[in-house]
C-alpha cells in the first residue's frame, strides 16, 4: 500500500513538473511569437484608436478631469474630441429617436489615468467650453497617412493588410519619397490626415528591426514609437505568401538606351535637395540627371585636362547634407584626383592633388599615391576636410599588398570585422583584419575594366601594368559585386556574353554567395546603390546592339538599367 502511495505521489510530481514546464515553455513561445510579429505593432496602434468615452468632470484652466468606465483604456497620449449633446435626432421616415446631435467643441490629450479617472488637457477649442461635455474616440475609421520610409515593400504591404484588416483606419498612401519628417507631416496634413504612421528599418544581419513611429498631424506631436525585430525565417515566409519567387530578385523599374558612351556611374544627392541625382561619366566628362519616367538633364561638369576618369565616389559634408564627387582620373603621364561641390554658380573645384588615388569610404576619403612605375605606392591613409582646406591624416591599416581599390569591409552579424579582397587574377578573397586567408572564391568573377602600362626606368626590363578593380559595395549587411560569363572561358578578353550581380554575405565563419540579378545582356560596366535602388550601367557583347541595326538605329551605346531594392 505504501509502495502504491509513494509511486501515486511520484507520478504527480513528475506530472506536475512537466505541465509547469510545458506552461513556461509555452509562454517563452508565446513571447517569442509576441517579439517576431508584425502583430505588435498592430496591436499598439489599435490601442490609441479603440473606441472608448467618458464625461468631464472638471475643469481648471486647461487641465480636465476625465470619468470613464474602468473596463476601457485611457493611454498618455491619446487625442479624444470633444462634444456637447444638442437636440435630438429623429429618423426622417420612422420618427424614431436615434440620438443626440453632437457639437464638436475641440480635442483633448490624455496625462495619465486611474481607474475610471484620466487627467487631460485641451490642445484645441475654447477651454470654457469644455465644462459638462463629453470625449470620445469614435467607433469610425480614422485616417491615418501610411508612409513605409527604407522598408522592404512587401513587409509594409503586408503590415498595411493588417491595418485594413482591423477596420479602423481610413489608410492613405505616402506618395513622398523623402526621410524628412516635416515634409512627410505636411503630405499628410495637406490630404487631412489625422495621423501619421511612419515605418522604418534596420537590418541586423538576416534579421530586420521593424519601427513603427506615430505622430499627431495637426502639430506633428510624436505619441508612440514601437519596435519589433522580424526573424529571417519569418520574413522568408511573408515573401513567400507575398508571392515574389525569391529572396534574391530585384524589379526593373526602367531601362534607358543612352545616347553617349558611358564609363562610370554614380547617384547621390548633390544639390542637398534630398533627391538621388545620378552621375554618368563619359572620358573627362560627368553629365548629371535625375530619373523619375524619363532622364532629366541637370548639369555637366567638364575636368580642367583631357585624359580618363577611372574612379567616381562620394563624401557628405558635415556641414550640410550635400554629397561631394572625388574623382580620380588617368592622365598621359600621371593620375589626378580631385574633389567639386555644387554650389550656386556650378560644380566648384574644392580641391585637387597630383599622383595620388582617392575614394570614399565610410563617409570619409581614402588615398594611395601614384608611381608611373609600380602603379599604387605606398600605404593608403585618410585625407580630412577642414575648413574648406584638405589634409592628410592617420594611415588606414589594411592586409599587405591590398591596395585602394581593391577591398571592401564586411561585418559578420557579430560586427565582427574582415575584407573582400580583389586578387590580380579577379578572384575574390576573404581576409581577416590580420591578414588571415578565411576564404576565396572558386572562379573568377571579372577582369579589372581599367588596366594600365607600367613604366620602367631602362628598357630592358618588362614593363607590366597596374589596374583599377570594378566596385564592391556594402549594404545591409552583404557586399555587392559584378560578375561577368566571358563569350569563351578559354579567351577572357573576347567580350562578355552576359553579367549578374551577386551578394557575399559571411556570418564570421563561412561565406554565402547568391545571385541578385542575373542574365544581364553583356557586360556590366559600373553599377551603384542608394538606398533602395540598384543603378547598372551595362553594354552589349561587342558593344553592339542588333535590335538597333534592324530598326535604323545607332547600334552602339550603353544601357542604364534602374531596379527597386525595396524586396530585398
Known amino acids: 500500500m505504501k509502495k502504491n502511495l509513494l509511486f501515486l505521489l511520484l507520478f504527480l510530481i513528475i506530472a506536475l513538473f512537466l505541465f509547469l514546464n510545458t506552461i513556461s515553455y509555452s509562454s517563452e513561445i508565446e513571447k517569442k511569437s509576441d517579439t517576431n510579429s508584425l502583430e505588435v505593432l498592430l496591436k499598439e496602434i489599435l490601442s490609441f484608436f479603440e473606441p472608448v468615452d467618458g464625461k468631464i468632470a472638471s475643469l481648471q484652466d486647461s487641465k480636465v478631469k476625465i470619468y470613464y468606465d474602468p473596463t476601457k483604456k485611457f493611454l498618455p497620449g491619446m487625442r479624444l474630441r ?80 493588417l491595418l485594413k484588416e482591423s477596420n479602423r483606419f481610413e489608410l492613405v498612401d505616402s506618395t513622398v519619397e523623402t526621410h524628412d519628417i516635416q515634409k512627410t507631416l505636411s503630405e499628410a496634413k495637406s490630404k487631412k490626415a489625422f495621423a501619421l504612421l511612419l515605418l522604418t528599418a534596420e537590418k541586423i544581419g538576416r534579421d530586420v528591426k521593424v519601427t513603427q513611429s506615430l505622430y499627431w498631424v495637426e502639430d506633428g506631436k510624436q505619441f508612440s514609437e514601437k519596435t519589433v525585430t522580424l526573424k529571417a525565417d519569418f520574413i522568408s515566409e511573408l515573401k513567400l505568401k507575398s508571392g515574389l519567387p525569391g529572396l534574391s530578385t530585384a524589379e526593373l523599374l526602367f531601362s534607358y538606351d543612352l545616347p553617349f558612351s558611358a564609363d562610370r556611374i554614380l547617384a547621390g544627392d548633390f544639390d542637398g535637395d534630398q533627391s538621388i541625382d545620378i552621375a554618368l561619366v563619359s572620358n573627362n566628362i560627368i553629365r548629371f540627371y535625375t530619373s523619375k519616367v524619363d532622364l532629366n538633364f541637370l548639369w555637366e561638369l567638364r575636368l580642367p585636362h583631357k585624359g580618363e576618369i577611372v574612379w567616381i565616389d562620394k563624401v557628405q559634408r558635415g556641414d550640410n547634407s550635400k554629397d561631394l564627387i572625388l574623382i580620380t582620373a588617368k592622365t598621359e603621364d600621371d593620375i589626378v584626383s ?75 552579424p557579430h560586427k565582427e570585422r574582415a575584407y573582400l579582397v580583389w586578387d590580380e587574377e579577379g578572384y575574390l578573397k576573404l581576409l581577416d583584419i590580420s591578414g588571415t586567408l578565411k576564404w576565396r572564391s572558386k572562379e573568377a568573377f571579372s577582369d579589372s575594366p581599367f588596366t594600365f602600362t607600367r613604366e620602367t626606368l631602362s628598357g630592358l626590363f618588362h614593363k607590366g601594368s597596374w589596374s583599377i578593380k570594378d566596385r564592391l559595395i556594402y549594404k545591409d549587411g552583404e557586399v555587392y559585386l559584378s560578375k561577368k560569363e566571358p563569350l569563351l572561358n578559354t579567351v577572357r578578353g573576347l567580350g562578355y556574353k552576359e553579367s549578374s550581380i551577386i551578394t557575399i554575405w559571411w556570418n564570421g565563419l563561412t561565406v554565402e554567395e547568391k545571385k541578385y540579378i542575373e542574365s544581364i545582356s553583356g557586360e556590366i560596366i559600373d553599377y551603384t546603390i542608394t538606398e533602395d535602388r540598384l543603378m547598372i550601367l551595362s553594354k552589349p557583347l561587342f558593344g553592339l546592339k542588333i535590335k538597333n541595326i534592324l530598326k535604323g538605329e545607332s547600334p552602339f551605346g550603353v544601357v542604364l538599367n534602374i531596379y527597386t531594392m525595396r524586396g530585398k
Not at 437636440?87 to 496625462?111: C, M, N, S, W
Not at 470620445?136 to 508612409?147: D, G, N, R, S, V
Open 338 to 412: 580631385y574633389v567639386y561641390e555644387l554650389q550656386r554658380e556650378g560644380f566648384v573645384k574644392l580641391w585637387s592633388a597630383n599622383s595620388l588615388f582617392i575614394r570614399g569610404f565610410n563617409n570619409r576619403i581614402l588615398a594611395q599615391r601614384f608611381s608611373p612605375f609600380t602603379g599604387y605606392e605606398g600605404k593608403i591613409f585618410f585625407i580630412s576636410l577642414h575648413d574648406r582646406s584638405f589634409k592628410e591624416g592617420s594611415f588606414f591599416e589594411l592586409p599587405s599588398g591590398v591596395n585602394i581599390y581593391d577591398f571592401q569591409e564586411i561585418l559578420s
Open 82 to 161: 470633444a462634444f456637447k449633446e444638442g437636440a435630438d435626432f429623429i429618423h426622417p421616415v420612422t420618427k424614431e429617436r436615434l440620438g443626440k446631435i453632437e457639437v464638436p467643441i475641440g480635442y483633448i490629450e490624455i496625462e495619465s489615468s486611474t481607474s475610471g479617472l484620466a487627467i487631460g488637457r485641451v490642445i484645441s477649442g475654447k477651454t470654457e467650453d469644455f465644462i459638462g461635455s463629453k470625449v470620445k474616440i469614435p467607433a469610425i475609421k480614422t485616417k491615418i497617412l501610411f508612409h513605409q520610409s527604407n522598408i522592404d515593400w512587401f513587409l509594409g504591404d503586408s503590415y498595411y493588410q
